[in-house]
C-alpha cells in the first residue's frame, strides 16, 4: 500500500470514530434533557373555584403565566364538571387543583381518580387540594393529608427540609415563613416527606381559651407520593399568594409541578416510605 492510500485510510478511521464520538455526546445530552422534569409541551388543566379566602381567582393570575412561561399548554375551568370530560382529562399530564372546601360529586370524583390512575399528575398547594372535599375520604386518601387546624392563626414559623437529594428539594435551605398559617393535618404515614414545620410554641391561642397542647409536634408541610400511574405533589404552604414572594416556596412548588407532569413519561419512582417501621 502506498503512502497517498495508508494516509486516506488513517483518515477514514479517525472521521469513523470522531462520528461515533459525536453520535454518543448527542445521545447523551438527548437522554440528559429527557431526564429533567419539564413543563415544556405539557398538557395542564388548571381548576380553580371553592373557597374564596383562598383566593382561587387571583391564583390564576399569579401562576398561569408562570405556567406558560414554561411552555405549559394551559386550560383554565372554574368548574369541577371538566374532570368528567373523557376526551379533556385522558388528554392531559397535570391537573392543578385550588379548591378549598365545596363539594364533589361521584361522578366527578370517578373521573379526577381515573385520570390520575392512569399517569395524569394532580398538584396544588394549601387548602386549594389538602381541604377540599371534606366528606369525601376516597379523595383525601389519594391527596396523602387532610387538613384539620391551624393553631394561631397567621404566624411566624419555620420550613425544615429533611430530604435534600430529592430533586424538588435539592439546593434548598431552611427558610422562615413570616404571618401565615401553619397547618395541622391528617397525614398518611407513608407518604415521601421532604419538608416539615415544628410547633415550638407554649401557647398558640389567647390566654383566656382552652386549648389542645401541639407544642413538641412535627408536621409534614411538602411532600410526594404515587396513586397508581399518577404522581401527586402537595404543599400545604401557601395561604396568601404573598408566601410565594419567598424564593423556596415558588422553587418547590414549581419543580413540584414539573414531576408530577411526567408520570406518563418517565419510569414508576417508588415513594412509600413508612414512618414506622418494626424494630428488630
Request: with cysteine.
Given at each position: ?26 445521545s447523551f445530552s438527548q437522554d440528559e434533557k429527557e431526564s429533567i422534569p419539564s ?98 375520604l376516597d379523595y383525601q386518601f389519594m391527596v396523602g393529608g387532610q387538613f384539620v ?61 382552652k386549648e389542645n397542647k401541639v407544642k413538641g409536634s412535627t408536621m409534614p408541610v ?59
Amino acid at each position: 500500500m502506498n503512502l497517498k492510500a495508508k494516509i486516506k485510510q488513517i483518515i477514514n478511521v479517525v472521521f469513523f470514530f470522531s462520528t461515533l464520538f459525536l453520535c454518543s455526546l448527542t445521545s447523551f445530552s438527548q437522554d440528559e434533557k429527557e431526564s429533567i422534569p419539564s413543563l415544556e409541551g405539557k398538557n395542564v388543566l388548571y381548576v380553580y373555584g371553592g373557597w374564596e379566602g383562598h383566593q382561587p381567582a387571583e391564583s390564576v393570575t399569579f401562576m398561569v403565566p408562570r405556567l406558560r412561561a414554561e411552555g405549559a399548554n394551559v386550560k383554565i375551568f372554574d368548574t369541577l364538571s371538566v374532570y368528567t370530560d373523557k376526551k379533556i382529562m385522558s388528554e392531559t399530564d397535570l391537573i392543578i387543583q385550588i379548591w378549598t372546601m365545596g363539594t364533589i360529586t361521584e361522578e366527578q370524583f370517578e373521573g379526577l381518580k381515573k385520570a390520575i390512575k392512569n399517569g395524569t399528575g394532580f398538584s396544588g398547594w394549601h387548602g386549594g387540594m389538602g381541604d377540599s372535599f371534606r366528606d369525601n375520604l376516597d379523595y383525601q386518601f389519594m391527596v396523602g393529608g387532610q387538613f384539620v387546624s391551624h393553631p394561631g392563626g397567621s404566624i411566624d414559623h419555620s420550613i425544615k427540609i429533611i430530604n435534600k437529594n430529592d430533586p424538588i428539594t435539592e439546593g434548598i435551605n431552611d427558610f422562615d415563613l413570616k404571618k401565615t398559617e401553619q397547618y395541622y393535618m391528617l397525614i398518611d404515614p407513608n407518604i415521601k416527606v421532604l419538608a416539615i414545620s415544628e410547633f415550638v410554641r407554649e401557647r398558640y391561642e389567647e390566654p383566656e381559651v382552652k386549648e389542645n397542647k401541639v407544642k413538641g409536634s412535627t408536621m409534614p408541610v411538602v411532600w410526594k407520593k404515587n396513586f397508581g400511574k399518577g404522581r401527586i405533589f402537595y404543599s400545604s404552604i401557601g395561604h396568601f399568594l404573598t408566601d410565594f414572594d419567598v424564593p423556596e416556596v415558588l422553587k418547590m412548588q414549581m419543580r413540584g409541578f414539573r414531576w408530577a407532569a411526567e408520570g406518563k413519561y418517565h419510569s414508576y419512582e417508588k415513594t412509600i416510605s413508612p414512618a414506622y417501621t418494626q424494630t428488630k
